[in-house]
């Protein structure tokens, strides 16, 4: 089988690099997966990858990690990949402040590995290099912020991103790779992993709908985001490398929404109206039709500094790469509530 490129996506098994895979594939792209080796199966999100017709002929696993330099080393000499899309990172936030080293030596250091292995190997001139970019690293900075905003990360997550950021650019300024940052704001749907606020909501619905009764946990609720979908945004990653020049792209909608916004449009899709009452601490969201509460505030789940507000201006993006998102905040919540009352509906 002739393959157009190959490719190799760090982080194949979450949500934006099993979207990628599944985008590259029909491209007739040749697919390179690392994935972190785990005692517990890790691969739902590709599943669909490891059948006989895809396993080994257009998709090919190898066990690696961002930590391991001369792991990373060997795959890239192996496979001799045209692209490199790095979307493997510890990305929870609120987790970066409880392991900051971790997620500076997969986030931070993780990135410099790799970009040095293409040096190392002189492949300077034959590997596109993207890097998944973050709106985190804008921290709390006036809005909106585009490619020409001032950067202040708020946490180990932000900052380790923006030394990834200046690597890239270092790297492209230095020894002429095309490597280019992808600032992509929030970006959500149907395989977001259940950590993560928003399918936290999409799947406290789905078991609501189905009558189980237990209360939804949140941090702020105040916090305002500028929320994308995944399948959306994924295909600015491959359109950065097939640009004539490298250069740095803000991914977003445009528009921002609050973790209570998105709470409101959930519960909506199954016909529940949130009332809210309280304050801080104590607010609370109520079914307006049966008095219940579904919603309280667990201090937890607050970072010791937060982010107020991302909201993003992609206008160079939709210039120059020709592209704009198609899926509206609206319709973002709704798939995902759907997706999660199908799952939960099969598994009942």
């Known amino acids: 089988m002739g393959f157009k490129k190959t490719a190799l996506i760090t982080g194949i098994t979450g949500q934006d690099g099993s979207i990628l895979a599944d985008f590259l594939l029909q491209k007739n792209y040749k697919i390179i997966g690392i994935k972190r080796r785990s005692s517990s199966f890790n691969t739902e999100r590709i599943n669909h990858l490891y059948n006989s017709k895809i396993l080994n002929k257009s998709y090919f696993p190898f066990y690696g990690d961002l930590t391991d330099t001369t792991n990373l080393i060997r795959i890239i000499q192996q496979t001799k990949p045209h692209e490199i899309y790095n979307l493997a990172a510890q990305s929870h936030v609120r987790t970066s402040f409880e392991t900051p080293e971790y997620t500076a030596n997969a986030d931070a250091l993780g990135t410099l590995r790799l970009l040095e292995a293409i040096r190392i190997l002189k492949l300077e001139k034959k590997i596109k290099f993207y890097q998944a970019s973050t709106s985190e690293i804008f921290g709390n900075t006036k809005i909106p912020q585009n490619e020409r905003t001032p950067f202040a990360p708020t946490s180990p997550y932000a900052i380790s991103k923006l030394f990834s950021y200046w690597t890239v650019i270092n790297y492209r300024k230095a020894y002429n790779i095309f490597a280019v940052n992808g600032i992509l704001f929030?970006?959500?749907?149907e395989r977001r992993g259940a950590t993560f606020v928003t399918r936290k909501i999409t799947r406290a619905v789905a078991n609501y709908f189905y009558g189980n009764k237990q209360i939804l946990y949140l941090g702020n609720l105040n916090a305002r985001r500028d929320w994308g979908y995944a399948n959306d945004y994924v295909k600015t990653?491959?359109?950065?490398?097939?640009?004539?020049?490298?250069?740095?792209?803000?991914?977003?909608t445009g528009v921002s929404k609050s973790v209570k916004d998105f709470v409101n449009e959930a519960y909506n899709c199954i016909g529940v109206k949130i009332i809210w009452k309280g304050k801080g601490l104590g607010e609370v969201g109520i079914d307006q039709k049966t008095k219940k509460i579904l919603i309280k505030i667990d201090k937890y789940y607050f970072r010791p500094t937060e982010v107020h507000e991302l909201?993003?201006?992609?206008?160079?993006?939709?210039?120059?790469?020709?592209?704009?998102?198609?899926?509206?905040?609206?319709?973002?919540?709704?798939?995902?509530?759907?997706k999660d009352i199908q799952k939960l509906g099969n598994s009942i």
């Open 186 to 189: 929030n970006h959500e749907g």
């Open 237 to 252: 990653m491959w359109l950065m490398l097939q640009q004539k020049k490298p250069s740095d792209y803000v991914i977003s």
């Open 311 to 338: 909201r993003g201006d992609s206008s160079k993006a939709r210039k120059e790469l020709k592209w704009k998102p198609k899926t509206s905040f609206k319709m973002l919540v709704k798939s995902m509530v759907e």
